[in-house]
């Protein structure tokens, strides 16, 4: 039991790492200096702030590192509810990681032209700015599915509050609408603003409050031996 308790703990400390590694390399660093529509303007803040969006790099790099590394505690933490389940929720969580990774490398190439060439990177900016968006939007439609898989799985488990089980899958809904609507949805600029804050509201509450329950508590333990209750 003291294991398991070690390794949510760590696994809570790994979500936190992701939550303050992505708010800087995506809030702070990139929509802070991506203006819509403007190349010119976009290049301008990237070779200006040149060394902040190296910093959002890193950690992008950070952040997708640990996200992957993450699949296995959690396969660990859930395995005795389903194997089945847990492995497929691993599985997409790692998919996820992969793709975002491939996504990374749009932005640095976009790093690479601002060092070596930056006379050229506004004329490049916009596609690879929207390659790096469209190969993430596929990435997170596998995260919406293992975050409804982890939603179940927690749901049902004894050692975890059945409210962030149907949180986490609010979120993978969530996830799945907005990364669905950027994929497939011509006019989604009308309906941006809708679909971020249901992706924002429900990742954090969702994601956060599964990280605060691993942080503080790590698991709970019920001498009941009818871990079942939940459906």
């Known amino acids: 039991m003291k294991s398991l308790k070690t390794t949510a703990r760590l696994t809570g400390l790994g979500y936190l790492i992701i939550f303050i590694s992505g708010f800087f390399a995506n809030f702070y660093t990139l929509e802070s200096m991506v203006v ?9 803040n990237i070779i200006d702030q040149f060394s902040q969006f190296q910093m959002g790099l890193i950690a992008f790099s950070i952040m997708v590192i640990v996200d992957i590394i993450l699949a296995f505690p959690l396969y660990r933490l859930l395995k005795n509810e389903s194997e089945r389940l847990a492995t497929t929720s691993s599985i997409l969580r790692l998919i996820n990681g992969a793709i975002f990774a491939i996504a990374l490398f749009s932005l640095f190439e976009i790093a690479s032209l601002a060092a070596n060439s930056p006379q050229d990177l506004a004329g490049d900016v916009e596609r690879l700015l929207a390659q790096f968006n469209m190969v993430w939007n596929i990435g997170l439609l596998f995260f919406g599915a293992h975050l409804l898989l982890l939603g179940l799985l927690i749901f049902r488990s004894a050692s975890f509050p059945q409210i962030i089980g149907v949180l986490l899958q ?5 996830y799945l609408m907005d990364s669905g609507a950027q994929l497939f949805l011509s006019n989604y600029k009308d309906y941006q603003s809708l679909f971020e804050m249901l992706v924002i509201s429900g990742g954090v509450i969702g994601e956060f409050s599964l990280t605060l329950f691993l942080l503080i508590k790590g698991l709970r333990f019920k001498k009941s031996s009818t871990p079942q209750l939940a459906i």
């Open 36 to 44: 819509d529509g403007h190349a010119l303007l976009t290049s301008i």
């Open 170 to 174: 609010i979120a993978g809904i969530a």
